[in-house]
């Protein structure tokens, strides 16, 4: 994420914490977006919005507008989830292939998302084509890369992997933060960032180990 658009550090971070909370295991756990305010009456109206925190294909939220500044409600037609389903059907692949395959389902789900909640023309990082409407900052698309994690692992579809908690870097190292959802390897352990904001909508996002990502891993073509 290129800015906090004005916002105080300590609100951020804040955020953050409130994000990760909870002992119960991650995949109990209700996904929340992480809201930026400026002020208790904005505090007040954000944690009073209501935010879909168990996703199923046929009722799940997503944030957009930058900073999770609008959310709406959404949800996959029958035929949109089986193109879902698809793109797992070959169950005998590998971590490697089923990484190929959560790139391509994203990828899908934030087109079909997008044509329905007006974010079709999302530009990658933080462009603007003159307003905020319809753009994804990296909070938003790491709350909505978990929420389609969280559906294809609570469908059953993957076998390799397991979902974990969005994660941040940059905050403590003097450089912008930015912000990524992440799954976890299951034979190696290994976590990786799944992350969209590098891309136009409906792109397949970048998934790279998160030792990586910590340290400022970006794609050879963009400038962080």
Known sequence: ???LFGLPLLTFLLGLLLAGCGHKP????PIKPIWLQQNVHES???SHRYFIGFPKPDAFSVCHDLSCRSVTDTQL??????QIQQLFADTSGSPEQERKQIQQAVALMEKLVGEK???SQDLPQNALRGSRIGQLDCIDEATNTSVYLRILENQGLLQWHRTAPRTSRGIFIGRAPHNTATIVDLDTEIRYAVDA???DNGEPPAIVPLTAWKQG???ESVDD
């Open 1 to 3: 994420m290129k800015s």
């Open 26 to 29: 991650y995949q109990d756990q």
């Open 44 to 46: 007040w109206q954000l």
């Open 77 to 82: 037609s029958s035929s949109e989830w089986q």
């Open 117 to 119: 909640v007006g974010t």
């Open 197 to 199: 904001w590098y891309f």
């Open 217 to 219: 891993w970006r794609p």
